[in-house]
């Protein structure tokens, strides 16, 4: 399968915890996004990647959220301290351009 | 920065019946419109796009026209099927070769044998 992936799937972790996630995008797609998406609404757009360089952050990131693509290929999505507020999907999109093609997500759940 | 309004759910229609879901939007740029949808368990998938104005962007029955002078984006399918039952999103992008989206808050369809 040459989609979008992301690990874990899911994650349960006790408030004050580090996570980290990874997106492994589509080869060769040199644009890489990450959006949260809270129960019943629609995703929020976090921050994006044009190969190795952040272009953009959302104001949603705070400075407990950090995101990398350090070789323009995966990427990571750490959140330090969790609160239980971040519990959410984290969802990653690659492109080429046009399109964005989304990963099936990684729900955290923070108690 | 974009924002969409999304026609409120939910939707419940019976099979073979016409579908309309509204979608207006406003942008500083000019930006290209989406409709994602995600099926039960599934994950975002792209249902169709339009990225100039008077494009008609079609997929699986599925038709939505880009309206610039009305900066709508309405959704409709001629005959409903069951298996259509999914949530559907609106998102423009942010225009300028900006591809960040903007998504509505969706609407949820469920279609009734």
Same mark, same amino acid.
């Given at each position: 399968?040459? $989609? ?11 408030? $004050? ?24 609404? $629609? ?45 959410? *999907? ?10 964005? #093609? ?10 | ?5 999304? *026609? ?9 019946? #016409? ?14 419109? #989406? ?37 709508? #984006? ?20 942010? $225009? ?18």
């Amino acid at each position: 399968d040459t $989609g979008v992936s992301q690990n874990p799937r899911h994650k349960i972790t006790k408030r $004050g915890q580090n996570v980290t996630f990874r997106c492994d995008p589509i080869s060769e797609h040199n644009r890489l996004y990450w959006y949260r998406q809270t129960l019943g609404q $629609g995703p929020e757009f976090l921050t994006y990647f044009q190969n190795e360089a952040q272009l953009e952050k959302s104001r949603l990131l705070s400075d407990r959220f950090s995101a990398e693509r350090p070789k323009g290929s995966f990427s990571t999505l750490e959140i330090q301290r969790t609160e239980q507020g971040d519990s959410a *999907m984290y969802l990653c999109a690659s492109s080429p351009t046009g399109e964005q #093609f989304f990963g099936p997500g990684t729900r955290l759940t923070v108690l | 920065g974009n924002s969409v309004t999304q *026609m409120e759910g939910p939707v419940t229609l019976s099979e073979e019946a #016409f579908l309309t879901i509204n979608c207006t939007y406003t942008a500083t740029g000019y930006p290209s419109l #989406f409709w994602y949808v995600q099926y039960p368990g599934e994950g975002l998938q792209l249902l169709l796009k339009a990225t100039k104005a008077d494009d008609k962007g079609s997929n699986k029955g599925f038709e939505a026209t880009y309206r610039k002078e009305t900066t709508s #984006f309405h959704l409709e399918k001629g005959s409903v099927q069951v298996s259509d039952s999914a949530v559907y999103f609106c998102a423009p992008s942010e $225009g300028f070769g900006n591809e960040k989206l903007t998504f509505g808050t969706g609407t949820r369809l469920t279609i009734i044998p």
